[in-house]
């Protein structure tokens, strides 16, 4: 069996997504450590969108439900550090909230609670303007001294390429990897363009045939197969 990282673990959901989608990923981590140290942050739609509509707050809620599932395994495991896996959109909430720095009203202190944050598909880099709120903050924060503090590792798969005058699937691809980034034709894990994901000072990791969305009957990052992909940087 692989050699790992067996602390505890807070999934986080990805834009759009909820806490629901992510039972798969939860089952296909228990093949490495005790489900009760397994966590997903209570992230619903309704988080990532707002009543009456508030997407800009997002980040706020999430970084709520994250603070809540780290304290709680805290709690149950005191000396022992939690790691973040965090898929999509959700990694850059995530990275937020590990700068520990005031964002629209709120801060968070983890602290040495967290030492590690895993991020899956996660663009670093992107103009969509909500998801561009957040890594504006996050590159205007970070420093080096952050990742002596937090182990950070992207991972982002390049299984699909995007070409406006391929097939069906590289037309979507192209269409998706250009409203993250300024090219589409680039490789990518369907939705997100791999080169988007790169963060200086991060452990960047590319795996193939793995895809981003969290549907049924694909290989998304939370399957069994595509865990095995990634698991060995937890």
């Known amino acids: 069996?692989?050699?790992?990282?067996?602390?505890?673990?807070?999934?986080?959901?990805?834009?759009?997504?909820?806490?629901?989608?992510?039972?798969?990923?939860r089952?296909?981590?228990?093949?490495?450590?005790?489900?009760?140290?397994?966590?997903?942050?209570?992230?619903?739609?309704l988080d990532w969108v707002g009543f009456p509509p508030s997407p800009?707050?997002?980040?706020?809620r999430v970084m709520a439900a994250i603070d809540s599932s780290v304290q709680f395994l805290r709690k149950k495991y005191p000396k022992e550090s939690v790691t973040i896996v965090a898929h999509s959109g959700g990694g850059t909430v995530a990275m937020i909230y590990l700068l520990e720095k005031r964002f629209q009203g709120d801060e968070f202190h983890p602290g040495e609670a967290v030492r590690k944050l895993v991020t899956l598909g996660t663009p670093f880099h992107t103009h969509e303007h909500y998801a561009k709120i957040k890594t504006d903050f996050i590159f205007r924060h970070l420093d080096r001294d952050f990742f002596l503090r937090k182990e950070v590792v992207s991972i982002v798969s390049d299984q699909y390429h995007g070409d406006l005058q391929g097939s069906v699937v590289e037309k979507m691809c192209y269409m998706f990897y250009k409203s993250v980034a300024d090219e589409g034709h680039v490789a990518g894990d369907g939705i997100v363009p791999a080169e988007s994901c790169y963060l200086e000072g991060a452990r960047n990791i590319r795996?193939?045939?793995?895809?981003?969305?969290?549907?049924?009957?694909?290989?998304?990052?939370?399957?069994?197969?595509g865990v095995e992909q990634w698991i060995q940087w937890l």
């Open 56 to 60: 800009e707050r997002s980040t706020n």
């Open 207 to 225: 795996i193939p045939h793995v895809e981003h969305l969290p549907t049924p009957h694909t290989r998304w990052y939370g399957t069994k197969e």
């Open 27 to 45: 089952e296909a981590l228990t093949a490495y450590l005790p489900a009760d140290k397994i966590e997903i942050a209570p992230v619903s739609f």
């Open 1 to 25: 069996m692989t050699t790992m990282n067996r602390n505890p673990v807070v999934i986080v959901p990805g834009v759009l997504f909820w806490d629901g989608l992510y039972g798969v990923m």
